[in-house]
């Protein structure tokens, strides 16, 4: 499994797609294709943040040797701890638009005294309890990736200095997509107005030592990405593919069989 931190700190550009489709089989997959990481999506995928259906997409994750970061559905304690309690390697938690929102998330995935994660021996993240406790509580507080989604123009344009000043926040995500519909840019990421705030936004990081993770919706924005100084690229999405699959072979369909006759 790959140590984002050390490709962060190493300035290795890390490179995973969303899976959406609440598939174990799915997640396995993307793993053995050798993408750095898999984000499991509890916020607009089909699978619950509490229980069964996420722990069995990270135990897929576990399988294939691809480390699973969870996106829970909103930035509450429960679901956060879920998602790390079952194993997730990091938890992106969407819409933090402000320095309190950051404190809240960091609260909730750090072990006191940094935060105030509920503590229970035998979960599947410390192997059911064969992981001594006090090894694990300390592995998890120096190893788990909270990654808050600034997605918002509050959260990029209006309060991004406060949020940076929270301690515990391991890399910050800019979401274009909400972004752009906050600014009035009909979900546009391709748009200049947005490739500019990443680029300030990658700037304000970089002079806190944060790492910068963009969404990319093909090789070349995720290319552009990374040359603007993003160290992680959520690049496409597990439905997004198997349909585009699926439709370039029913185009092959048509023309070589079908109007073939």
Known sequence: ???????????????????????????????????????????????????????????????????????????????????LNLGGKGVIVPHINTKEDAEKLV????????????????????????????????????QTLIIPLLEEKEAVQENL???????????????PFDLSMTLGLDGVCDHPVIWDILAKTVKLCSEK??????????????????ELGCQMVALDVDMVIFKRGLQELMNKVETEIKRAK
Request: aromatic share 10%.
């Open 107 to 142: 609260r909730a995935a750090r072990y006191a005294t940094v935060g105030r994660r509920s503590a229970a021996p035998p979960v599947r993240a410390a192997k059911y309890g064969v992981v001594p406790f006090p090894t694990f509580w300390r592995q998890q507080n120096e």
């Open 209 to 226: 030592g944060i790492p910068v993770m963009n969404l990319a919706w093909d090789v070349p924005s995720a290319k552009k990405s990374i």
């Open 1 to 83: 499994m790959k140590d984002l931190r050390k490709m962060l700190k190493e300035k290795e550009p890390a490179i995973g797609p969303f899976m959406v489709t609440a598939s174990p089989a799915l997640t396995e997959a993307i793993g053995y294709a050798g993408f750095d990481f898999v984000i499991i999506c509890c916020e607009h995928g089909a699978l619950s943040p509490f229980g069964t259906e996420l722990e069995e997409c990270i135990r897929a994750a576990y399988a294939a040797d691809i480390t699973p970061l969870v996106r829970v559905t909103e930035n509450d304690k429960g679901m956060v701890l879920k998602a």
């Open 161 to 175: 200095l406060e949020i940076l000043e929270v301690k515990g926040i391991d890399v910050v995500f800019f979401g």
